[in-house]
């Protein structure tokens, strides 16, 4: 099949395939050249991109994918490694879960402080409401909670 018809059964763009194929994520088992010198993919090729998908889905580099490929190639990962790695990247994804949880509560309580002034500023002035946005959060209760911390 050709890369347009690659791109309509996986939902990868053309320039994501090339990548895959430039990375050596895509061998000669997925794409070879036609005698027109163009691409031509197999059947296999749909499933090896949509497992390549679904590992990209689960916080795996292209790096991380690309040392997958090879070892599956060469047979060479016990499950043991598999579940090991497996388990790794959940933990990753665990602590980025909890560091983006600070940042919710930091922009929370960010939006909180701003609301606040702008209704003290609103009561003093109705007229020209402009502000120099980081001299602002300089002076809200996050701010100063998260100075104190560091």
Not at 7 to 15: E, F, I, K
Not at 25 to 48: C, I, K
Not at 133 to 145: D, F, L, M
Request: glycine share 4%.
């Amino acid at each position: 099949m050709r890369i347009q018809q690659l791109t309509q059964l996986t939902g990868c763009s053309v320039h994501t395939l090339r990548y895959y194929e430039s990375e050596g994520l895509l061998d000669t088992r997925h794409v070879q050249r036609g005698p027109n010198n163009y691409r031509v993919y197999s059947e296999e090729a749909v499933e090896h991109i949509g497992r390549l998908k679904l590992l990209q889905a689960a916080g795996f580099t292209i790096s991380e994918i690309k040392k997958l490929n090879q070892a599956d190639q060469a047979n060479k990962m016990p499950l043991s490694e598999i579940v090991k790695l497996l388990r790794e990247k959940t933990n990753q994804v665990e602590r980025r879960q909890a560091e983006l949880a600070q940042v919710l509560q930091l922009l929370s309580q960010l939006t909180a402080d701003m609301q606040t002034l702008a209704a003290k500023e609103g009561k003093r002035s109705e007229t020209k409401q402009c502000c120099r946005p980081i001299t602002a959060v300089r002076g809200t209760k996050a701010y100063r909670a998260r100075m104190c911390r560091q």
